[in-house]
């Protein structure tokens, strides 16, 4: 079973949906979990960042992690073309080192 | 805002070359880290750099690299004879301290190995 596991899609929304992405993980050790926006091409840009199990919530954009289920999602409410990119998950044990496992990234567009 | 910079942006060499790739991490940042991203794949960790020493490395991460901060701003990643399978996105990351702070990526070099 792979560590992290991410759905590629491709994932295509009109203007104004809400998007749901998803990532599984089989690591229990996991604590921190991370969601990064990359464009094509470019470096992977924060998007949000949880500790532990709960919601968090910036703008259109909440995060939520379930460590029970060992399952993470981030949803964008009123989406738009501008959130067209791909969505990677990211996570890691946390301690001193923090070096990140991802997942493969879901591609998403949004259609106006 | 600061950021992590990362120089060149596009590197093409021959097999068997070395390569330098280098990385200006943000000022303040104590942890640095080097990423690969192989077309169509998963970002995967390379090796982890904290107090001047390599503080965790993956099998990826064999004798053909390895890392250096020459200076208190620069944080390189050196691929002595390069492969065809060395072609990829390599990405600089930096963290400020330990604990729960989180990792900030450069843009990229991608790497085209002939």
């Known amino acids: 079973q792979k560590e992290v596991e991410q759905d590629p899609g491709p994932l295509s929304v009109p203007e104004g949906a809400i998007v749901s992405l998803n990532c599984t993980y089989s690591n229990s050790a996991f604590q921190y979990f991370m969601w990064y926006r990359q464009y094509s091409r470019k470096g992977p840009e924060l998007l949000m960042y949880?500790?532990?199990?709960g919601n968090k919530e910036d703008g259109r954009f909440t995060a939520q992690v379930d460590k029970s289920s060992k399952y993470i999602s981030l949803f964008i409410r009123d989406s738009q073309p501008s959130d067209s990119a791909t969505y990677l998950c990211a996570m890691t044990p946390g301690g001193s080192q923090g070096n990140l496992i991802f997942g493969k990234g879901t591609k998403l567009s949004v259609k106006p | 805002e600061p950021e992590v910079t990362q120089t060149p942006s596009h590197q093409v060499t021959q097999m068997g070359q070395e390569v330098i790739l280098r990385c200006v991490p943000i000022?303040?940042?104590?942890?640095f880290y080097w990423y690969r991203q192989i077309l169509g794949q998963k970002v995967e960790f390379l090796v982890s750099f904290y107090n001047n020493e390599i503080s965790e490395k993956s099998e990826i991460f064999d004798d053909q690299f390895s890392v250096e901060r020459p200076d208190g701003s620069n944080f390189t990643l050196k691929i002595r004879s390069t492969k065809l399978e060395d072609s990829a996105m390599y990405f600089c990351a930096s963290r400020r301290d330990g604990g729960t702070d989180t990792q900030y990526f450069g843009p990229g070099t991608r790497l085209t190995v002939l």
């Open positions: 000022s303040n940042h104590l942890y």
């Open positions: 949880t500790y532990s199990s």
